[in-house]
Every structure is written in C-alpha cells, then in structure tokens.
C-alpha cells in the first residue's frame, strides 16, 4: 500500500469517525446570516410590542392619577360638609 493510499484512508476514516459533517465557510456564513436577520426581525417585534406596552401603562398611569385627583377632590368636599354640618 502505498503512502498517499494510506494517508487518504486515514483521513477518510478520521472524517467518518469525528462525526462532523462537512460544512463549507459559506454555507456556514449563509446559515450564521440567516440566523442573525431571523433574530433581528424578532428583535423589532419584540421592541415594537415593548412600545406599545409602554404607551399603554404609560395611558393607564394619567388616567390613574386623574382618577386620584378627583377622588382626592371629592374627599375634599366632604370633609369641607362635614365641618359645615358640625
């Protein structure tokens, strides 16, 4: 057998049995680049639904502080009765 025969066995038998599966530079570049537009594109639903989120306590939040106004108001007008009426 000769060296080149014996090396190319090797090699084969190296290849097999690492179990790694051959993967050229760009399809493991494509793969990586679609990976990372899939996780951008999440990203944006993701900041978008944080947005709205936001918007929506930040609504919440005035309309609770309105509604503390007026019972802060209301509270106001019943003890000016109460000193009326004592």
Known sequence: MSAFTLFVVVGL?????????ACSKF???EKTLQKLVRMEFNFEKVLE???EV???VADNSKELQDERKT???ARQNMQVMKFIDA
């Open 49 to 51: 639904e944080f947005n």
């Open 13 to 21: 038998a190296c290849g097999i049995v690492t179990g790694e599966p």
């Open 71 to 73: 019972l802060e108001d």
């Open 54 to 56: 936001k918007q929506r």
């Open 27 to 29: 399809d493991f570049e």
